[in-house]
């Protein structure tokens, strides 16, 4: 449910559970008698944003971060058990998941997630709707929605509009976990349109362009920065959500990440 980039600060590469995440650190080394650095675990979709708050962040208060990327599933199990982590960036329904856990200490809602229908620079094939997807001929890329939020709710919408197995037969083997593997597949021209998260869209805004289409699907997904309880930095903690909830909206707003 459901691009890694340099922004400043050190850049681990480390596998912290195997084959399924990197690690981002944004910021300096702690000082001596500072709070150890906070460790994000940032769902895939959120890299950009969560770099420039983690940047800000460490700029302001000194405090360093480290940030785990992965999809927001998988980091499920971590937050279940309390064994990893001080901070979640993810997005419905995992706030509701850390609650139920019994891990969430405090939550900031910083945007949106939404599904945007996105196609190649110029809109060769003139798409203009998601019906269009069904047209002979068109190569369409989709997330997986056994992995995917995004997913789920496109394969509902198609069902819902009667048009799923053609739209299915135009994606052929391209369902994928990662919405910047579509980015990548608008990029190199290896499909004709996608249905994408609204951010990812605007990361690979120079190389796709997004078709404005009716909101039709029956939810919102939020973007939600979440502190987990079993943290073992109160104190930075409470810091970092503070700044969350004075400056996250800005700058997920200004990635793309809204209605």
Request: aromatic share 6%; charged share 25%.
């Amino acid at each position: 449910m459901k691009n890694l980039h340099k922004s400043g600060g050190k850049i681990l590469l480390l596998f912290v559970v195997p084959a399924l995440m990197g690690v981002v650190g944004c910021g300096k080394k702690s000082e001596p008698g500072k709070p150890k650095e906070l460790v994000l675990l940032c769902g895939s979709s959120f890299v950009l944003p969560a770099e420039q708050l983690c940047r800000e962040f460490t700029a302001e208060t000194g405090i360093a971060t480290v940030s785990t990327v992965a999809g927001s599933e998988d980091f499920l199990p971590l937050v279940k058990a309390g064994k990893k982590g001080d901070i979640l960036i993810t997005h419905d329904p995992y706030l509701d998941e850390t609650r139920k856990a019994g891990a969430l200490s405090d939550s900031v809602e910083v945007g949106f997630v939404a599904p945007v229908l996105a196609v190649q620079k110029g809109n060769p094939k003139g798409t203009k709707k998601i019906e269009d997807l069904a047209g002979e001929g068109l190569k369409v890329g989709l997330t997986d929605p056994q992995y995917s939020t995004c997913g789920e709710m496109v394969f509902a919408l198609l069902e819902k509009k009667g048009i799923k197995e053609a739209v299915l037969k135009n994606v052929e083997n391209r369902l994928t976990k990662g919405h910047s593997t579509l980015g990548t597949w608008l990029k190199t021209q290896t499909v004709d349109a996608v249905i994408m998260w609204n951010g990812v869209a605007h990361t690979f805004r120079d190389d796709l362009e997004v078709v404005q289409t009716p909101y039709e699907y029956d939810t919102e997904v939020r973007v939600h920065i979440i502190g987990l309880s079993y943290t073992k930095q109160p104190d930075a903690l409470n810091q970092f959500i503070g700044f969350a909830r004075e400056r996250g909206p800005a700058i997920f707003a200004e990635h793309g990440y809204v209605k």
